[in-house]
């Protein structure tokens, strides 16, 4: 495995001592992204929060991370309020696997020294107010086949029981993992005869879930998937996406976008790969002539396109 292994977690939680042991146990190299900070700019983490000021130690870490992010088989320990500015995180969680150490936030402060922590000043009940604060949301993903089958009995379980997760349903119109069959999304049984589509919409807002918190979304427009994440985390209720976008296999959608891909215009591109980091798309490769796109195993979707941040991939075909 060369993905980097990436642990996160609260100050004092242990991420450099399970780090260590694991980057001895990996033979990998450890990395902390603070002691990172700290000697690029020789000055202790406390100091330039003083005087520099929280903003500034962020976009230090925004850095380091990119930087770590074009690296593999690192064992990576983050500081503590990484996770918090979401561009530091996705750098490193597209280069490897994170692992959340979950500590007590009242046993950390306990057994740990809060002398050079810079959000451990304000004694015992500050600390404990501003974790309190953070609060955690819990995120579920399941395919709209699974859905079918053993997903609706979870979501009259949550409504009924008022809970406060947002269900995201990922409708790809197929059942991916068993080999392609039709489920009730689709209006076709496993004998190919036409019958009556399920409607997910329809059914989520049949077991009890509030109209004003259903959305569905195409997950290839990036600003709008990006936009209806945001109020899934801010919701303060059951909360439900439907996201929608046919399987890329499937036959039919390989008919509908035939002739459609995207190309990198090579005086554009930069060479910077965050095409290929942040989708993992096939079609994407790099090669002695820079980062190019297999025209035969593109199909248009414009994730890479959306997401490159010199403008360098460009359109073809409708
Ligand atoms: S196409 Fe864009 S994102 Fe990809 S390497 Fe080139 S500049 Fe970077
Ligand atoms: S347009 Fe979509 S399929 Fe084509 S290379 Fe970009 S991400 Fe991959």
Same mark, same amino acid.
């Given at each position: 495995?060369?993905?980097?292994?990436?642990?996160?977690?609260?100050?004092?939680?242990?991420? @450099?001592?399970?780090?260590?042991?694991?980057?001895?146990?990996?033979?990998?190299?450890?990395?902390?992204?603070?002691?990172?900070?700290?000697?690029?700019?020789?000055?202790?983490?406390?100091?330039?929060?003083?005087?520099?000021?929280?903003?500034?130690?962020?976009? $230090?870490?925004?850095?380091? @991370?990119?930087?770590?992010?074009?690296?593999?088989?690192?064992?990576?320990? =983050?500081?503590?309020?990484?996770?918090?500015?979401?561009?530091?995180?996705?750098?490193?969680?597209?280069?490897?696997?994170?692992? $959340?150490?979950?500590?007590?936030?009242?046993?950390?402060?306990?057994?740990?020294?809060?002398?050079?922590?810079?959000?451990?000043?304000?004694?015992?009940?500050?600390?404990?107010?501003?974790?309190?604060?953070?609060?955690?949301?819990?995120?579920?993903?399941?395919?709209?086949?699974?859905?079918?089958?053993?997903?609706?009995?979870?979501?009259?379980?949550?409504?009924?029981?008022?809970?406060?997760?947002?269900?995201?349903?990922?409708?790809?119109?197929?059942?991916?993992?068993?080999?392609?069959?039709?489920?009730?999304?689709?209006?076709?049984?496993?004998?190919?005869?036409?019958?009556?589509?399920?409607?997910?919409?329809?059914?989520?807002?049949?077991?009890?879930?509030?109209?004003?918190?259903?959305?569905?979304?195409?997950?290839?427009?990036?600003?709008?998937?990006?936009?209806?994440?945001?109020?899934?985390?801010?919701?303060?209720?059951?909360?439900?996406?439907?996201?929608?976008?046919?399987?890329?296999?499937?036959?039919?959608?390989?008919?509908?976008?035939?002739?459609?891909? =995207?190309?990198?215009?090579?005086?554009?591109?930069?060479? =910077?790969?965050? =095409?290929?980091?942040?989708?993992?798309?096939?079609?994407?490769?790099?090669?002695?002539?820079?980062?190019?796109?297999?025209?035969?195993?593109?199909?248009?979707?414009?994730?890479?396109?959306?997401?490159?941040?010199?403008?360098?991939?460009?359109?073809?075909?409708?």
């Amino acid at each position: 495995m060369k993905q980097n292994i990436v642990l996160i977690g609260m100050m004092g939680c242990g991420k @450099s001592t399970v780090g260590r042991l694991l980057a001895r146990r990996t033979g990998r190299r450890l990395v902390d992204t603070d002691q990172r900070i700290e000697e690029a700019l020789g000055r202790s983490i406390p100091d330039i929060f003083a005087k520099e000021g929280e903003a500034f130690f962020r976009d $230090w870490e925004l850095g380091v @991370s990119e930087e770590l992010a074009r690296e593999r088989e690192l064992v990576i320990a =983050c500081g503590g309020g990484l996770p918090t500015r979401p561009d530091s995180i996705a750098s490193l969680k597209y280069s490897g696997i994170v692992f $959340w150490l979950n500590r007590d936030p009242g046993e950390i402060y306990d057994a740990v020294s809060m002398a050079g922590r810079p959000l451990g000043q304000g004694g015992r009940e500050a600390f404990l107010e501003r974790f309190a604060q953070r609060g955690l949301k819990v995120f579920s993903f399941i395919g709209d086949s699974t859905f079918f089958h053993s997903g609706i009995t979870g979501l009259i379980n949550a409504v009924y029981n008022g809970a406060k997760t947002s269900i995201f349903i990922l409708d790809n119109s197929t059942t991916g993992m068993t080999g392609h069959q039709d489920n009730p999304v689709t209006g076709v049984t496993l004998m190919k005869d036409v019958t009556t589509a399920v409607d997910i919409r329809t059914l989520v807002l049949g077991c009890g879930v509030k109209p004003e918190n259903v959305r569905t979304v195409d997950p290839y427009d990036l600003k709008a998937t990006a936009a209806v994440v945001k109020e899934a985390y801010e919701a303060e209720d059951l909360f439900v996406v439907i996201v929608r976008q046919p399987c890329a296999l499937l036959k039919s959608v390989i008919a509908h976008r035939k002739g459609q891909h =995207c190309r990198v215009n090579a005086d554009k591109c930069r060479s =910077c790969k965050v =095409c290929i980091n942040k989708t993992a798309c096939p079609a994407l490769t790099v090669g002695e002539n820079g980062v190019s796109i297999s025209t035969e195993d593109c199909n248009g979707c414009t994730i890479c396109q959306q997401i490159c941040p010199f403008g360098a991939i460009e359109k073809e075909g409708e």
